[in-house]
């Protein structure tokens, strides 16, 4: 498009100038023609100079005949001269022009001059120029007008541009009014459609215009005007083919076109098609259309025009579309969520639970049902009260804490109502705040289930969990073996806490002796002490002993009272529950519970404090059993000790007098064995047979108590210090017996088999002694083998570890076994075989010390086995031995390593 | 039983053994075997711890002894009246004189006690008295052929300055 603006400056300006120029040449001329004073010339100078001009020159004479013409006048008007001056004035002007310019010409038959005159020009060809001419008077010398000259500018292309820019003025006019009239229309689609097919009509000077929807494979119209707009099909129409191509489609000719048939609009008598499709951001939804009866009707400017209305339109469609399902969708949300509140004020009615919403006062705005169900109001008599008239005073300012806070929705708590009635309603109430958009708080919502049964409940769980703890405690007193008077405390501290009771005791009776001791109770909370009673300050012994629990509702209403019930009475109390203590059906005592309300106690306390009383009475009855048992017990540990005391003084005693006296004997035997010896040795010879004889005899005796005295010795040592004990290895210290006795074992065949004998814990001295013994006597009991035979074995029994020697000595019957190992016990006589009987006695002397036995099998004449252990495996275990206080010389033994103990 | 050669002092007849025993029985059953030993021995006897130092020290009843050699073995039994052997020990072992004369200790007990006293007190050995008659008789002679055969005797000591 053509800048007019310019373009008219420009035009303006050379016009300007050519203006200038001609007058500088008409002055120039002038002085020519003064010179030269021809016509003739003048005109042929004229001609020279104006026949290369791009501009127009024309003059006329007064008559209005055309004097002169210049080349580009010619090319103009596309007329030659000579038809020009033939022609009728104004002739070549467009007819509609030609008043404008026939009024100005006079002016210029006055003298004026005409300046830019704009007008159209009919060319030869039929074409219309247009023409902007300017004119001035011609002169003689004289001054008198003498013509017209006028020269005239081609401004075809700029009022060309001119016309289009006003056409696109006008189709952006169009474009704004359309707009205008969009957002009158509301968006509403059928309207904007209206509007865009009118204006499009108008702008491209269609006879009609079309806007077709696509629905499926059809293109349907949707809004026309000015002409019939039949239904087409998508892939047989220019519609049809504008939509699958998305470009505008143009048929200057229906009858011409060879693509389509045309058919419909062919009938319509429809020449010209223009259709351009309307396009959202995705998809073509349709087309716009005008159509004109006139074949080649439409220009590139209506093209123009359509393409722009097309693409306003497609978005304003698309808008409308989306506003218009955004509008539906708002429909249905708003219809939905009517629905919903519908269902939720049914559903809010008949909840289980009483629902209200109040203001931020907490005045009531709404209750449901089921909430004035449970208050027992009607509806409406709720609304408009404050929610706290109907919350019990003690629950009121819980309640308005909860209610009044915003923060933490979902609150819950119990909270006591009251009905109309009275009556009262526990409620758990669960209760949010309803915040308004600035978050303050524009009322509430409370929520509240009658949980009246439940406390009930509750409490009674609560009640029957005390008494099963109660019960609890009892046994717990039983097993923890207390005094009676804790454990009635423990009692009475339970029975307080769940009956009404200003005074409760325990007290115990002992009939036999007419005595009664209260043993533990409160009073006024405060603990008593143990107080003895006479029994005669009770109810009379026949009464208390029937064993039946005693309800007195009211003292004062009473007469005759035991003193003790007039003392209570005087301390205040009005009912009285008393309870026996029973233990196989005696009365050991009984519980008294005072309170200073008459009739204080229903059934279920007097439950509670039977229940108490049962394992209470044997909680004390075992109690003092056990102190009983106790106390004897310690009796016989007293009498245990003393004994024990005395048996080990006893022992001590005999042992040192016999290592004393064993001690003792020991000179006088020395002397014995050595002066009968001398006597035999130094005059034996010379003594008669018999005297010989007694001398032989004393020696023997001598040589017997000897050994006597010898064991005994031994023996008396074995107690006397603590038993040691150490690992000790049996086979080496078997071995080491067996070297020992080699001596007296000179000249025999003697078979020794030892085993491998195992470690046992013993005290290595006196193991030594014990099978020193044991190997000793068999070694003299198989004297008369010819090869003897002893074998050392170990033997485990019970436990304990030890040996077995076996011998092939002459055994013996086992029916003197008992007398095997008493002391001095013999079971051959002194001329079968040697020996005073104790080595045996010293051996189980010495097992037993370890905790150990020995015994022995035999038959006679087939050999022994005699078993010895030594006590359980256990190590590092000292026994304190049944040790003796030794003798005299021995009792400042205190440091020697050993305990003294004993 | 050898008679073994005796090895006479050079000194005049001087006393071998002194034997301190208050039981005569004893103490005649102890002199058989030393003089079976040593014949030409000559042996005294002590019959209590009293008497044994008046000897040994030369003082009392012995106050002529004062300066006598002292015998070359004491055969002490402990179990004295009145001054017991133990004393008898301590008394000889004061002495500078006496103090290095050998004395071995006759004893019933095996007294693990006493007899670690006894060696405190200075004795040279300890035998514990068999009452077996062969046993008697050869511990005597053991202890007396060790004493006056094998032993070297300590040379006298100076007599004291009286």
């Known amino acids: ?902 | 039983m050898t008679a073994l050669p005796t090895r006479l002092p050079a000194y005049p007849p001087t006393t071998d053994v002194l034997l301190v025993e208050d039981n005569p029985l004893d103490a005649e059953l102890a002199l058989r075997p030393l003089r079976e030993l040593s014949p030409g021995s000559i042996i005294e006897v002590a019959r209590d711890g009293e008497e044994a130092l008046d000897f040994l020290l030369g003082r009392g009843g012995w106050r002529h002894r004062l300066g006598a050699p002292l015998p070359r073995l004491v055969l002490l039994d402990l179990t004295l009246p009145r001054l017991d052997g133990m004393e008898v020990l301590r008394g000889v072992r004061a002495n500078a004189r006496t103090r290095l004369t050998p004395v071995v200790v006759l004893t019933s007990s095996t007294d693990p006690r006493q007899l670690s006293q006894c060696y405190q007190a200075g004795a040279n050995s300890c035998i514990q008295k068999p009452v077996g008659y062969d046993e008697f008789w050869a511990a005597i002679q053991t202890v007396g052929r060790y004493w006056l055969v094998f032993n070297q005797s300590p040379p006298a000591a100076a007599p004291p300055v009286t």
């Not at chain 1, 009676?484 to 405390?489: L, M, V």
């Open chain 1, 1 to 902: 498009m053509e800048i007019p603006g310019a373009f008219l400056l420009t035009g303006g300006a050379l016009l300007a100038l050519s203006v200038t120029l001609l007058a500088l040449l008409w002055l120039e001329w002038r002085r020519r023609r003064r010179a030269e004073r021809s016509t003739a010339e003048m005109q042929s100078q004229l001609q020279t100079v104006t026949a290369t001009m791009r501009e127009g020159v024309i003059a006329y004479d007064m008559e209005r005949n055309l004097s002169f013409i210049n080349p580009a006048f010619e090319r103009l008007t596309g007329y030659p001269a000579d038809d020009l001056r033939e022609q009728e004035f104004l002739h070549h002007i467009h007819h509609e022009d030609r008043p404008a310019i026939l009024a100005e010409w006079d002016r210029l038959g006055q003298g004026g001059a005409l300046r830019d005159q704009e007008y159209r020009v009919i060319t030869r060809a039929g074409q219309v120029r247009w023409c902007s001419s300017s004119w001035e008077p011609m002169r003689d010398e004289s001054g008198r007008q003498i013509g017209y000259l006028g020269t005239e500018f081609d401004i075809t292309e700029r009022k060309l541009g001119e016309e289009a820019m006003r056409l696109d003025t006008e189709l952006f006019q169009a474009v704004l009014e359309l707009q205008q009239a969009v957002s009158a229309a509301g968006l509403d689609s059928e309207t904007v459609m209206r509007v865009i097919a009118e204006r499009i009509q108008t702008l491209t000077g269609a006879s009609g215009a079309v806007i077709e929807a696509l629905d499926g494979e059809d293109l349907v119209p949707t809004v026309h005007v000015g002409t019939d707009a039949p239904r087409l099909k998508l892939n047989a129409s220019l519609s049809g083919l504008c939509v699958r191509s998305g470009e505008l489609q143009r048929c200057d000719d229906t009858l011409a076109d060879t693509r389509n048939p045309h058919e419909p609009y062919r009938q319509l008598g429809i020449r010209s098609i223009l259709v351009v499709p309307l396009k959202d951001e995705h998809r073509t939804l349709g087309v716009l259309k005008v159509v004109s009866p006139e074949a080649h009707a439409f220009t590139d400017r209506d093209v123009k025009a359509l393409r722009l209305l097309g693409g306003l339109m497609g978005a304003a469609l698309s808008n409308a579309a989306s506003f218009e399902g955004r509008q539906n969708r708002l429909e249905d949300r708003t219809r939905a969520l009517q629905d919903s509140e519908q269902r939720f004020k049914q559903l809010v009615d008949v909840a289980q639970e009483g629902i209200w919403v109040a203001d931020d006062r907490g005045i009531i705005t709404y209750v449901n049902k089921r909430l004035a169900d449970l208050l027992g109001y009607g509806n409406g008599s709720l609304l408009g009260r404050p929610v706290y008239d109907f919350i019990e005073a003690e629950s009121r300012s819980g309640a308005q804490r909860t209610l009044s806070r915003k923060a933490s929705p979902g609150h819950n708590q119990d909270l006591r109502f009251r009905r109309r009635d009275g009556t009262q309603l526990w409620g758990l109430v669960s209760s949010s705040p309803i915040l308004g958009k600035d978050g303050a708080l524009v009322g509430t919502v409370g929520m509240v289930t009658d949980i009246t049964e439940r406390k009930r409940a509750e409490d009674q769980l609560r009640r029957s969990a005390d008494r099963l703890a109660m019960l609890h405690d009892m046994d717990q007193a039983i097993l923890a073996a207390r005094s009676p008077a804790e454990i009635g405390r423990a009692a009475m501290g339970r029975i307080r806490r769940m009956v009404p009771s200003q005074r409760c005791t325990v007290t115990l009776f002992d009939f036999a002796r007419g005595e009664a001791e209260l043993i533990a109770g409160y009073k006024g909370g405060v603990q008593m002490g143990a107080v003895p009673l006479p029994l005669g300050e009770f109810s009379p012994a026949a009464v208390l002993q029937r064993g039946s629990m005693r309800y007195l509702e009211d003292l004062t209403a009473m007469e005759d009272l035991p003193p003790i019930l007039r003392h209570l009475r005087a301390e205040g109390l009005r009912s009285v529950l008393s309870v026996p203590l029973l233990v196989d059906g005696e009365v050991i005592g009984e519980i008294n519970i005072g309170s200073s309300t008459p009739s204080a106690y229903e059934p279920e306390h007097r439950d509670i404090a039977s229940e108490v009383a049962t394992p209470l009475a044997i909680a004390i009855q075992h109690a003092r059993l056990r102190q009983e048992l106790a106390r004897q017990t310690g009796e016989l540990e007293r009498k245990l000790g003393e004994r024990s005391a005395a048996l080990r003084a006893a022992t001590a005693e005999i042992e040192t007098l016999l290592y004393s006296v064993s001690h003792d004997l020991r000179a006088p035997l020395r002397h014995l064995i050595g002066f009968s010896r001398m006597l035999l040795d130094d005059h034996g010879r010379d003594l008669e047979p018999g005297a010989l004889h007694y001398a032989e005899r004393i020696n023997q005796a001598a040589g017997s108590m000897a050994t006597l005295v010898d064991d005994l010795i031994g023996l008396s040592r074995i107690g006397r210090r603590d038993l040691l004990r150490r690992a000790v290895g049996l086979t080496t210290l078997v071995e080491d017996v067996v070297d020992r006795l080699r001596s007296t074992t000179d000249g025999r065949v003697i078979d020794w088999q030892i085993e491998e004998l195992p470690t046992v814990e013993c005290d290595p001295a006196l193991t030594t002694i014990a099978i020193t013994h044991l190997l000793a006597n068999a070694v003299k009991f198989t004297r008369p083998r010819e090869r003897a035979t002893i074998r050392v074995r170990p033997v485990e029994v019970d436990g304990q570890a030890g040996l077995q020697v076996e011998d092939n000595g002459v055994g013996f019957k086992m029916a003197y076994v008992g007398k095997l190992f008493g002391m001095f016990q013999r079971l051959h006589r002194p001329d079968e075989f040697e020996g005073n009987g104790a080595g045996l006695a010293v051996v189980q002397r010495i097992a037993l010390l370890h905790g150990g036995r020995v015994w022995a099998e035999s038959e006679p004449d087939a050999g022994a086995r005699f078993y010895l252990t030594l006590g359980s495996r256990e190590a590092g275990k000292r026994v304190g031995g049944e040790a003796g206080k030794g003798d005299i010389e021995e009792t400042q033994q205190t440091n020697s390593g050993d305990d003294a103990r004993g």
